[in-house]
């Protein structure tokens, strides 16, 4: 991947910090949010999926509740973030409205990205959400978890989140022109990265944790975030979400920011992500024409070509599918649960309805999660 690469990229990841989003510490800045969401329509005018991840939520709700400084007391901040989240969503749709484009409120947790079958309907919706048109805001939810609003890690969040929809780019927008050296507010020298591979070991020294007044985890938070996301093939890139048109200026290659380069193409990083993630936890037995479109094409496995099963896998189990003679075709993260699948092995896929009362998916395994062999 280089900058050039990006104007062809087609899925977007795009994170916004509190610090950004709320000049550090003085509520949503509506008038700066309103110009950030003119740039997304004009990227997605231009044919990019686009998937936000938002901070913001605790900064607009101190703001909302009259407190000056952000509490320490966690359900104080639980507290915030949850009035503070009306706020922030409401900017977003009501300035996405002015072009048309509705959004979407997704809160997740870390742990709802490690659950398999959680990762698998968290990815479902946001598929069908981004195929909708509809432009997913997603925020961590803070009224369950704790660990994230004291680390504040909505750079990690974007990073799984980045792994799960298999995006081409994360940008990391920040109240900095990107990574520096060292931190640019403890040393006036500091010099701006343009470029790394993301493997690249001394980039974890430059990026300090220490962020602004409301910004949590810092730049460390950030690079850490560019490693995770190249797992499953995303470029990164941290660039300063104040420089004017910022987001068209990074999609046409301009040189702002910091571009971190995954050290493997998405698809052989996906493939792997996928293959050293999970256990197995069952077998599927393909019939010889499903075992040919799966060997060849690396097609979704469909109940129709499936005529045997074992091992009492869950959805979003990863299971072994092998061919009449036992040999492994190929593995992936299965959409039913083992008794489920059992009685729709060999149907058609328009039956499942019938047959289950429902439809997940028309494929057991659906290509995207499937390594092949
Ligand atoms: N090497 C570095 N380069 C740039 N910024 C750094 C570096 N090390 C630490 N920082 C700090 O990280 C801050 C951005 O992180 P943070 O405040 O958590 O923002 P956000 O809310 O956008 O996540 C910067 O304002 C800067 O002070
Ligand atoms: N989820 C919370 C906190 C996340 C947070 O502070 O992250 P960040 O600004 O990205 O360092 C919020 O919306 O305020």
């Known amino acids: 991947m280089d900058r050039l690469a ?3 990229s087609r899925r977007w990841v795009i994170k916004l910090g509190s610090a950004l989003l709320t000049n550090d510490g003085s509520g949503l800045n509506q008038a700066e949010l ?8 004009a990227l997605r005018n231009q044919g990019v999926e686009l998937i936000i991840v938002s901070s913001g939520a605790v900064a607009e709700g101190m703001q909302r509740l009259g407190w ?5 007391a966690l359900h104080e901040l639980q507290a915030a973030a949850a009035v503070g989240q009306m706020g922030l969503v409401q900017a977003y749709e009501s300035e996405f409205a002015k072009s048309g484009l509705h959004t979407a409120q997704i809160l997740m947790t870390h742990d709802d990205l490690s659950n398999r079958a959680r990762y698998l309907n968290a ?9 909708h048109g509809v432009i997913p805001v997603i925020n961590e939810n803070d009224t369950v978890v704790t660990d994230e609003i004291r680390f504040g890690d909505n750079d990690t969040l974007a990073a799984l989140t980045a792994n799960l929809i298999g995006a081409d780019v994360l940008v990391i927008l920040t109240d900095q022109q990107g990574l520096y050296d060292s931190n640019p507010r403890e040393n006036p020298d500091a010099q701006l990265i343009k470029q790394a591979q993301v493997s690249r070991k001394d980039i974890e020294a430059m990026a300090s944790p220490e962020g602004g007044a409301l910004g949590r985890g810092g730049m460390y938070t950030k690079v850490m975030a560019a490693k995770r996301a190249a797992r499953s093939g995303t470029a990164t ?7 004017p048109n910022i987001l068209p200026k990074l999609y046409a ?9 995954p050290d ?13 993630h999970l256990q197995v936890r069952g077998q599927l037995v393909l019939d010889e024409g499903a075992a040919k479109v799966v060997r060849a094409h690396g097609k979704s496995v469909l109940p129709v070509g499936v005529t045997a099963l074992s091992g009492q896998f869950k959805r979003g189990d990863m299971v ?14 299965v959409n039913y649960d083992w008794d489920e699948a059992q009685q729709i092995l060999r149907q058609p896929s328009t039956k499942i309805v019938d047959i289950l009362g429902y439809v997940d998916d028309e494929a057991l395994i659906h290509r995207d999660n499937l390594v092949v062999l």
């Open 6 to 8: 990006l104007s062809k």
């Open 34 to 41: 309103a110009k950030w969401v003119a740039q997304m329509v």
């Open 68 to 72: 000056k400084t952000r509490p320490t």
């Open 123 to 131: 990815r479902s919706t946001i598929q069908t959400l981004v195929e």
């Open 237 to 243: 890139l941290i660039a300063s979400g104040r420089e």
């Open 253 to 261: 290659g301009e040189d702002y920011g910091t571009l971190l380069i």
């Open 264 to 276: 493997l193409e998405p698809m052989t990083a996906r493939k792997q992500w996928l293959a050293g």
């Open 320 to 333: 072994v599918c092998v061919d009449q003679q036992q040999l492994e075709v190929a593995r992936g993260l």
